[in-house]
């Protein structure tokens, strides 16, 4: 049945301009082709910067539009079909194509009533068949470095588990509920004042969650228990012991190697993820702020019971406030000396010898520390020896960063010479007064852009560790990861110059 007319309606009128590019898009639609495939070449070895895939960098101060929307067609190939697209070249989309009216169509449209018709309907005009615009492609998801080898194994955590439910029930056993809520309610604040402390100096290349996590636990249940294993059992052999001698010879040997248990096996699980002497420090301060941490919990309930609040005042004072940073900085000597060795590439052998003189190191200090505390004026003797020895690390971190600032600088101007990065890029991303400068520029722009500044910090300092990593041999993925980085950091660059 025809409606208005005899015969077919679509060969009795003209085509509208619309219908006939519809039907030219639906004549001219690609058709599928094998999707083209490039071979790796290392950045460094680039004869030509603009022959690498999304061209040469942009300079700050001459704003690019971003090349996501540009697709790059291939010599004698047809475009991509659809949801075979790649980073930097989007997918072609075919226009929806124009439906052919035979005897059977309407020439005019359907409504549901009168009062969704057309002011301008009448029977004897026809109607443009509308065509839905094409949809737009998205930009595809950044990629990401590989994540194997930089996480802790869900097993050590299974493990962590079942050694805390003993740990609640000694605690529970030996101190009460009420006091050990409250010990572990106070002993979260000097917790706290460690993590931000490390966090500030790994802030621009910060560890994985899962270590950072295994890290804590493991100095507060792993390394707790081992001390509470082998008090019990030299009680068992040789009765108690005088005080000095448990706290000058006992704790440092004890809880110095249960704490540095923990730190190796940081290394041994997640090579890929411990770079340096600053992520040996990381995870040594984490380690140990962990065992302060539940140690904390056993002083702070012990003083509640034994003295009341007076008594518990003083012990959050002294060990809460005043010396918070303690066993974060013992334990991050031995931190350091295996920090040492991943840096140089070392096997987990020589990575082991190195730990076995970093936690000599930390024992010495573990002993001054304490031996101090129970000689003459305790005041006294925290001004004149453990204030200095705390400003002494602290001054050491700040010297270890600046060498990590350095071979950052270094890493990243390689790239610079393959054209990745401009030498002014490379200043603001790798020094601490670039970084800052490049945040007020970030957010000065449109949209106030400082998080993907930070982000784009980031990501460069990761890549400049990854190039340490290719060059020391000791990370079969790290050419992986140093595509999926190049990638971020230039799309980073296009979304900070985007107009």
Known sequence: MSFGGHGDPAQQRPASPRQQGAAQSHQAAPGPYPQPQEQYRPPAQAADPQQQQYGAPAQYGQPQQPQYGQPQQPQDAAPQQYGRAQYGQPAQYVQ??????????????VYGSVLAQRPDHHESAAYDTYTPPAPVAAVPALPVPSAKGRHASVWAFGVLGFVLLGLIAYFVWALGPAASVIGMV?????????FFGVFFIDRWEPEPKSLVAFAIAWGAIASIGIALLVDLGLTLLVGRRPEGLSAVLQAPIVEESAKGIGVFLVFLMARRA?????????YGALVGAGFAFTENIQYFAVSLIEGGTGDLTVTFVLRGLMSPFAHAMFTSVTGFAIGLAARRGASAGRAFGYGVLGLIGAMALHALWNGSSMIGNFFVLYIVLQVPLF???????????KEEARLTFAR????????????????????????????RWA???????????????????????VRQRIITGRDPLA??????????????????LAV
């Open 412 to 439: 990243l101007s390689d790239y610079a010479t393959a054209g990745w990065f401009t030498p002014q890029e490379v200043g603001m991303l790798a020094t601490p007064a670039g970084r800052r400068a490049g945040l």
């Open 96 to 109: 929806p194509q124009a439906y052919v009216q035979n005897a059977s169509s309407p020439a005019y449209p």
């Open 443 to 465: 957010a000065g722009l449109r949209g106030d852009r400082r998080p993907i500044m930070r982000g784009f910090i980031k990501d460069a300092t990761t890549l400049a560790s």
């Open 391 to 401: 400003v002494g690390f602290i001054v050491a971190i700040i010297l270890l960063r």
């Open 186 to 194: 106070l002993a979260l604040i000097p917790l706290t004042i460690v």
């Open 274 to 282: 411990f770079d340096g002497p600053i992520d040996g420090i990381v």
């Open 479 to 496: 050419v992986q990861d140093e595509q999926a980085l190049l990638l971020r950091t230039h799309a980073a660059r296009d979304a900070l």
